[in-house]
């Protein structure tokens, strides 16, 4: 009773059967490690994760601690109490009804219960072990006897005839359960060394399933910034479009009105115009001249006049105020700025390139926006002693991008560096010091360079235009193609310690740096 008990304690609650590989929770109960994991697997992306067995949530996946006390339990348990039942080997001599074997004989080649077993003949020959099916195997195939010993030359088992007169005699030889637990000592070793790796590729996968739920969530904040700042937008685009057209309704109305009265006005003159036509038609229609000579004069009407003022009218009627629509409109820039903010991209001011660090091969422009190769400069003691310079103004902090025109030179590097970056030697080359990190173009090959690294990037890149984007805090320095669509280069991670410059070089041909005041400038 006491072993049944014990038995049903040694039950994983998931599969129903006894542990393999037993781990445990944190609130305290123990399952089998594939069974916890696949039930956590299966909660992955919920609100939490919970205990089969008492409902406990965990905000976050709990670790897998193995029960090394509980699974030497079970190995004893199973080492010392086969489950019988379920190896469904029976009794050679029960016929009448199957009765679970005890042991196999491997001598008779038979399995017997415990009834039968203690029958059995007690002599040496008879080999006793565990219930098994393939009692063949356990004898010699050449002197059919029972294998008793292993032969560590040829690594098989032999029986005793093997070792006297059979083709193993005079090797070194050591009995089954010697050689058994040589081997088995190797495999524990083994499966310790699996058991610590398996271990660390857990810390691996929880790692970066860590990374992933953090990449999840940071995605997820963007998402609802984003989202809300569409959402603003197209807010405030409705309401900008409200404002157009009710200005535009307001001034139709407004000139409508003022037409009309116009209209109206015309419309009595054409009446009194029209009484005057007919009353001048009765007198040219008359007979008498006394009555014709004694109506008043009308020919006196000074139609030009008239018409004149009627134009005067119809211009002053007015007309829609496009300047007053257009500068409505122009509230759309101020949503675009309000945009570069809602994407938190702090722009840098207008970077300049410092002359005084030029290498005397390179020309810098009056602007001080374009390097270019040439010998008319002359060298100073801030200037490179390699054909490259950087901008007057370090960035220490925020989000900042700036793009650089490269079209006219097929060999080039764009990046940024420390001030206390080398300005002589082989420490002022970008590639040879751990101040400076990178994107360089030569010979049609890219590569990334920072901290003596080196990583080529694949296959041809079209790119005219290259943009730069640095997030100082986060220690990330972006590479990205300005083609159509904008295609990501690479990203170099490290931890900035001083204020980075822009760094340009160039090898023949000219390259131009802008940030975000040319755009503007531009727009």
Same mark, same amino acid.
């Not at 006894?18 to 490690?33: A, K, M, Q, S």
């Not at 009627?310 to 949503?335: E, F, K, N, P």
């Not at 007057?392 to 206390?420: A, F, I, Q």
């Not at 980075?500 to 390259?511: D, K, T």
């Given at each position: 009773m006491a072993?049944?008990?014990?038995?049903?304690?040694?039950?994983?609650?998931?599969?129903?059967?006894?542990?393999?590989?037993?781990?445990?929770?944190?609130?305290?109960?123990?399952?089998?490690?594939?069974?916890?994991?696949?039930?956590?697997?299966?909660?992955?992306?919920?609100?939490?994760?919970?205990?089969? +067995?008492?409902? *406990?949530?965990?905000?976050e996946r709990p670790a897998l601690i193995r029960n090394i006390t509980l699974c030497n339990i079970v190995g004893r348990f199973l080492s010392t109490r086969p489950d019988q039942e379920e190896t469904g080997i029976?009794?050679?001599?029960?016929?009448?009804?199957?009765?679970?074997?005890?042991?196999?004989?491997?001598?008779c080649e038979a399995s017997l219960c415990d009834n039968h077993l203690r029958v059995h003949s007690?002599?040496?020959?008879?080999?006793?072990?565990?219930?098994?099916?393939?009692?063949?195997?356990?004898?010699?195939?050449?002197?059919?006897?029972? %294998? +008793?010993?292993?032969? $560590?030359?040829?690594?098989? !088992?032999?029986?005793?005839?093997? !070792?006297?007169?059979?083709?193993?005699?005079?090797?070194? /030889?050591?009995? %089954?359960?010697?050689?058994? *637990?040589?081997?088995?000592?190797?495999?524990?070793?083994v499966l310790q060394e699996l058991i610590t790796e398996r271990e660390e590729n857990e810390k691996?996968?929880?790692?970066?399933?860590?990374?992933?739920?953090?990449?999840?969530?940071?995605?997820?904040?963007?998402?609802?910034?984003?989202?809300? %700042?569409?959402r603003d937008i197209r807010r405030q685009l409705e309401d900008l479009e409200k404002r157009v057209l009710s200005e535009i309704s307001r001034q139709e109305q407004r000139v409508s009105l003022s037409v009309s009265d116009l209209i109206q006005q015309l419309e009595i003159e054409k009446d009194e115009l029209s009484g005057k036509m007919h009353h001048i038609e009765e007198l040219c229609n008359m007979s008498d001249p006394v009555t014709?000579?004694?109506?008043?004069?009308?020919?006196?009407?000074?139609?030009? +006049?008239?018409?004149?003022?009627?134009?005067?009218?119809?211009?002053?009627?007015?007309?829609?105020?496009?300047?007053?629509?257009?500068?409505?409109?122009?509230?759309?820039?101020?949503? $675009?700025?309000?945009?570069n903010k809602g994407i938190y991209v702090q722009e840098p001011a207008d970077i300049l390139l410092d002359v005084m660090t030029a290498n005397d091969i390179i020309h810098i422009s009056g602007d001080r926006k374009t390097v270019s190769w040439s010998h008319i400069n002359t060298i100073t003691l801030l200037a490179f002693g390699c054909p490259q310079v950087i901008?007057?103004?370090?960035?220490?902090?925020?989000?900042?991008?700036?793009? /650089?025109?490269?079209?006219?030179?097929?060999?080039?590097?764009?990046?940024?560096?420390?001030?206390?970056?080398?300005?002589?030697?082989?420490?002022s080359y970008i590639v040879c010091n751990?101040?400076?990190?990178?994107?360089?173009?030569?010979?049609?090959?890219?590569?990334?360079?920072?901290?003596?690294?080196?990583?080529?990037?694949?296959? $041809?890149?079209?790119?005219?235009r290259v943009r730069v984007y640095l997030d100082y805090e986060a220690g990330q320095l972006s590479f990205y193609s300005l083609c159509d669509p904008i295609r990501h280069l690479y990203t170099i991670t490290a931890t900035f310690t001083e204020p %980075?410059?822009?760094?340009?070089? /160039?090898?023949?041909?000219?390259?131009? $740096?802008?940030?975000?005041?040319?755009?503007?400038?531009?727009a």
């Open positions: 072993s049944a008990d014990l038995r049903q304690e040694l039950d994983c609650s998931i599969c129903l059967s006894i542990y393999t590989d037993p781990v445990t929770l944190r609130c305290g109960h123990n399952f089998c490690r594939g069974c916890i994991a696949g039930a956590l697997d299966a909660e992955e992306g919920s609100r939490a994760y919970t205990c089969p +067995e008492c409902r *406990e949530e965990f905000p029976f009794c050679s001599y029960c016929i009448h009804s199957p009765v679970p074997a005890a042991k196999s004989c491997l001598l007690k002599s040496p020959e008879h080999v006793l072990c565990d219930p098994t099916t393939v009692l063949g195997n356990r004898k010699c195939s050449v002197h059919k006897k029972v %294998l +008793e010993y292993y032969c $560590i030359k040829d690594s098989v !088992c032999i029986c005793v005839s093997c !070792c006297l007169i059979g083709e193993h005699r005079g090797h070194l /030889v050591e009995s %089954l359960d010697e050689a058994s *637990e040589y081997k088995k000592r190797k495999l524990r070793h691996r996968v929880q790692s970066l399933q860590e990374r992933r739920r953090e990449y999840q969530g940071k995605a997820a904040g963007v998402t609802e910034r984003v989202t809300a %700042l569409f014709v000579l004694q109506e008043p004069d009308t020919g006196d009407l000074c139609f030009t +006049e008239d018409t004149e003022r009627h134009d005067t009218q119809v211009r002053g009627a007015g007309d829609l105020d496009v300047g007053l629509i257009s500068g409505t409109l122009h509230t759309l820039s101020d949503i $675009i700025i309000g945009i901008s007057t103004k370090g960035l220490s902090s925020g989000r900042h991008y700036w793009e /650089v025109d490269v079209s006219k030179s097929d060999n080039w590097m764009v990046g940024v560096c420390y001030p206390s970056v080398e300005r002589r030697g082989d420490q751990t101040k400076s990190w990178r994107l360089h173009k030569w010979n049609n090959l890219y590569s990334v360079i920072g901290e003596h690294k080196v990583f080529r990037l694949p296959g $041809i890149i079209p790119c005219d %980075l410059h822009a760094v340009l070089s /160039v090898w023949g041909g000219c390259i131009t $740096i802008s940030g975000s005041d040319d755009h503007k400038k531009s």
